[in-house]
């Protein structure tokens, strides 16, 4: 079995193969360990955490689409205010997921564009950020956005206080 050292200098490394090859053998344990440290401050560590735990969802002898849409559920309902949870990386680990697996793209990316534009599911700060950074790697061209999501994305990248929100937004409409 993996010691949370080994994970850890994995991370580091960002291997995705080893990734796999490890979660063939523990895929619980390895899905566990990635998912806490998508609750992590340090950027790169998160957005590590997220990319390997995408390439895992995304390995589909290793997860099956039924265990996959089971996982973006649980991220939606963590970034629901009803969850009373904290969802620091859901956000980057369901972009990660729907970058690999697009088949669930359908059923999961309006649910998480409705997030720019839909009130009651407004997020601010690092989630916010992190819907971005999502929106980013699922890469889709906006032109296939709603045209609700693409004003949205175009007034943060016109207004967003945040500047760091402003550049994402306009990487995201410059495609």
Request: charged share 25%; glycine share 6%.
């Amino acid at each position: 079995m993996p010691s949370r050292q080994d994970m850890e200098r994995l991370l580091r490394r960002g291997d995705m193969a080893a990734w796999a090859d490890m979660a063939r053998l523990h895929r619980s344990r390895v899905i566990r360990f990635l998912c806490g440290r998508l609750y992590s401050t340090d950027q790169s560590e998160k957005h590590a955490a997220a990319t390997a735990l995408g390439s895992i969802m995304g390995d589909r002898e290793l997860v099956d689409e039924a265990k996959a849409r089971d996982t973006l559920r649980r991220f939606f309902w963590a970034l629901s205010e009803e969850s009373g949870a904290v969802p620091f990386g859901a956000p980057e680990a369901i972009g990660e997921i729907l970058a690999r697996r697009p088949e669930l793209q359908e059923d999961f990316l309006p649910v998480l564009l409705s997030m720019l534009y839909t009130e009651e599911l407004f997020q601010t700060g690092a989630i916010e950020l992190g819907l971005l950074w999502a929106l980013a790697r699922i890469g889709p061209s906006p032109s296939g956005f709603p045209t609700t999501a693409r004003k949205a994305l175009r007034k943060m990248a016109e207004s967003h206080p945040d500047p760091e929100a402003r550049y994402r937004a306009s990487q995201i409409l410059a495609g």
